[in-house]
C-alpha cells in the first residue's frame, strides 16, 4: 500500500530526481545496458515497482525475455557480453558495497570496458536508481495493474 505520494508532496525533491535521471538516459550509455543494470539493483533491493517499471521498460527497448530471467544469475549465463558482465559487477558491488568493501576488482574490469566518462555516468545510474529504489521501497509505490 502506498504510504505517501512523493512527487506529490515534494515536487522539487522529485524534480531534482528527474534531472538526474534525464542526465542519465543522455550520458551516450546504451539504453539496454542502463535498463539491465536498473533492473538487477532493483531486484537486489527487493523494489517491486522498479523491477515491473523496468522489466517492462527492457522489454519495450527490445530486450529479448530470456537475457531478462537470466539476469539474477548473469555470471552463469552466456548471454550477456564483457561490457554488460562489467557494469552488472559494478552494480552489484556499489548496490552492496556495506557487504563487499572493496572494489578494487570489480573497478579493474569497469575499467576493461568503459572510459573515465562512462564509469562516472554509469556510477551515477547506479546511485540514482538505488535512491529511487528507496523512494519507492520506503513510500510505498506499487507496480501499475
Known amino acids: ?3 505517501l505520494d512523493y512527487a ?3 515536487p522539487a525533491a522529485y524534480q531534482a530526481m528527474l534531472g538526474l535521471e534525464r542526465y542519465v538516459c543522455a550520458s551516450g550509455l546504451e539504453h539496454s545496458l542502463l535498463e539491465l543494470v536498473k533492473l538487477r539493483a532493483s531486484q537486489i533491493n527487493g523494489c517491486a515497482f522498479c523491477v515491473d517499471m523496468h522489466a517492462r521498460d527492457a522489454r ?3 530486450e529479448a525475455e530470456r537475457r531478462l530471467y537470466a539476469l539474477p ?3 552463469e549465463a552466456p548471454f550477456f557480453t564483457a561490457r ?3 557494469a552488472l559487477d559494478w552494480t552489484e558491488a556499489l548496490t552492496l558495497v ?3 568493501p572493496d572494489l578494487d576488482a570489480p ?3 569497469l575499467a576493461q570496458h568503459f572510459s573515465d566518462k562512462e564509469r562516472v555516468d554509469l556510477t551515477l545510474a547506479i546511485g540514482a536508481i538505488n535512491t529511487w529504489n528507496r523512494i519507492a521501497i520506503g513510500f510505498g509505490a506499487q507496480p501499475a495493474d
Open 1 to 3: 500500500m502506498q504510504r
Open 8 to 10: 506529490k508532496a515534494s
Open 60 to 62: 519495450a527497448g527490445g
Open 73 to 75: 544469475v548473469w555470471r
Open 84 to 86: 554488460e558482465r562489467a
Open 98 to 100: 556495506a557487504q563487499h
Open 107 to 109: 573497478y579493474a574490469a
